[in-house]
């Protein structure tokens, strides 16, 4: 439970960032468009290349979003089989009362 | 006859033949060879000189109106193509703007990779806590640790007293999956921090580079961005296996509960055949 829970707030904070870097993300594309618009042909590969380093970035930060979607998934699915796990364990705690019971009676 | 008289007599012979004549030729030739003759000097020119001068001025006109006139053109295009690189292809301003932009932008980039370092651990257990740590670690060496720690939180697949076999086997290739998406989390994390690096050094020397050389940085970052392409879609693969993992799942659950719901019938017919 305890993970799960850390696992969901992670995922939460990660997307508070993800929000405020993807705000600052387009912000970094309009000064680029921008800066675009008024250069020489002579300076734009070196806006090229710039927008390049700002897509790697923009991977970059996509990849960890996703690493924060994948904890959540596996955690969700650990969680499920954790489930699977107690259930089997609670069986076989009921049948050992059980079989006590049935061995008083 | 001596040979003495014999010159003599010759002499002699001579003189009567030639002469005042000899004398005569004799100081004519002494006298053309001892008066000075006249020289060409620097502004003295000689027919000869004329003609050199003529043809020289010749070359020199030729020179001037079919060699040196297409040069000055030349010159004036070359200048004019100067001028042009200088003022509208690479105009300084601009360069040095584009250059401004990058690390203007650098520090922006910088900022939001402060940002993204920010803890999000929240786990209040230990357990929880020492698989959380591996788990936002970033560092590949963790993975390690990832499957002991998982265990611990998880729980190991249950014995075969406890569980038929294939609710066993679900519930192992479940642990598998969810553990092999908690590696692949903390391996795109370290390469998401890798290429954050590389794009930081790329930035770099973008604002030290000069314009033709741009265009090799572009290279450079767009094969890096193939490459984060290609682990974006192996992060996705996995995500993709764990929701697949997921569904067949539920699958099974359905149809171990089918298995039951019969099982549960044939005991049921037979408890009310015993009773009938």
Redo the contacts between chains.
């Keep these: 439970m ?2 799960d ?3 969901a ?2 995922t939460l ?2 997307t508070m ?1 993800s929000d ?2 993807s705000e ?2 387009l ?2 594309a309009d ?2 468009e921008l ?1 675009s618009s008024g ?5 734009a ?6 927008a ?6 923009n ?6 979003m ?6 959540q ?10 489930l ?2 107690e259930s ?2 609670s ?2 705690i009921l049948r050992d009362h059980m079989r006590q019971i049935l061995g008083r009676q | 006859m001596s040979k003495r008289t014999r010159v003599n007599r010759f002499l002699k012979l001579c003189w009567r033949a030639f002469g005042g004549r000899l004398v005569l030729v004799l100081t004519l030739i002494g006298v053309l060879v001892l008066i000075p003759t006249g020289a060409n000097g620097q502004f003295g020119l000689d027919p000869c000189c004329a003609i050199i001068s003529a043809g020289l001025q010749s070359i020199s006109g030729l020179l001037k109106n079919v060699v040196a006139r297409p040069l000055s053109q030349i010159q004036q295009i070359e200048q004019q193509g100067v001028n042009f690189e200088q003022q509208i292809v690479y105009p300084a301003q601009a360069i040095t703007n584009a250059r401004g932009l990058a690390g203007h932008l650098q520090g922006q980039f910088r900022q939001m990779t402060r940002i993204y370092q920010l803890p999000t651990g929240s786990a209040t257990l230990p357990t929880p806590q020492r698989l959380e740590q591996a788990l936002l670690s970033h560092s590949p060496q963790a993975a390690g640790q990832v499957s002991a720690r998982y265990t611990a939180v998880y729980g190991g697949v249950m014995s075969d007293q406890d569980a038929p076999q294939p609710i066993r086997d679900m519930v192992d290739a479940t642990d598998a999956e969810a553990q092999a998406a908690l590696k692949k989390a903390i391996a795109i994390d370290a390469l998401a921090d890798v290429e954050l690096a590389a794009a930081d050094q790329i930035n770099l020397q973008i604002q030290s580079a000069a314009p033709g050389s741009a265009p090799i940085l572009e290279a450079q970052a767009a094969a890096w961005n193939v490459r984060a392409n290609a682990y974006t879609q192996s992060a996705m693969a996995e995500l993709m296996r764990v929701r697949s993992i997921d569904l067949a799942n539920s699958s099974a659950h359905m149809k171990l509960s089918a298995t039951s719901n019969s099982i549960l019938r044939d005991a049921t017919d037979r408890m009310l055949g015993r009773t009938k």
């Excluded at chain 1, 250069?39 to 300076?43: D, E, L, R, S």
């Excluded at chain 1, 996703?66 to 904890?71: G, I, K, Q, S, Y």
């Excluded at chain 1, 998934?73 to 954790?82: C, F, G, I, K, P």
């Design positions: 305890d993970v829970d850390a696992m707030i992670g904070k990660a960032i405020q870097a600052q993300m912000g970094v000064s680029i800066q250069t020489a042909p002579g300076a590969p070196m806006l090229t290349a710039q390049q380093v700002a897509n790697l970035q991977q970059a930060f996509l990849q960890h996703l690493a924060a979607e994948l904890r998934e596996a955690t969700r699915l650990a969680h499920d089989n954790a699977v796990k089997a364990a069986n076989r």
